[in-house]
């Protein structure tokens, strides 16, 4: 991914930061930024509750994070 694209990522996904989304079956995340990695940039989540509470979900930048089935509320 190229500079410019990070920064667009950046600039787009920055104000989302707290924010909360749902997966396809109604479990509830906080979205709590990007991740730079050696591999790839990712989305990170963590999840609200239940057996997942405190595990990172990360989605890979190559698309939209509603892309992967997670829909902001």
Known sequence: MS???WND???KYDKLIGGEYTDDEGMLFT???????D???YYGLIPKGGSEKGMLIRLSC???LESFG???I
Request: overall charge neutral; proline content about 0%.
């Open 70 to 72: 997670y829909d902001r």
């Open 39 to 41: 591999d790839d940039f």
């Open 31 to 37: 979205f709590v930024g990007l991740i730079h990695s």
């Open 62 to 64: 190559v698309c939209a």
């Open 9 to 11: 990522l950046v600039s």
């Open 3 to 5: 500079k410019k694209n």
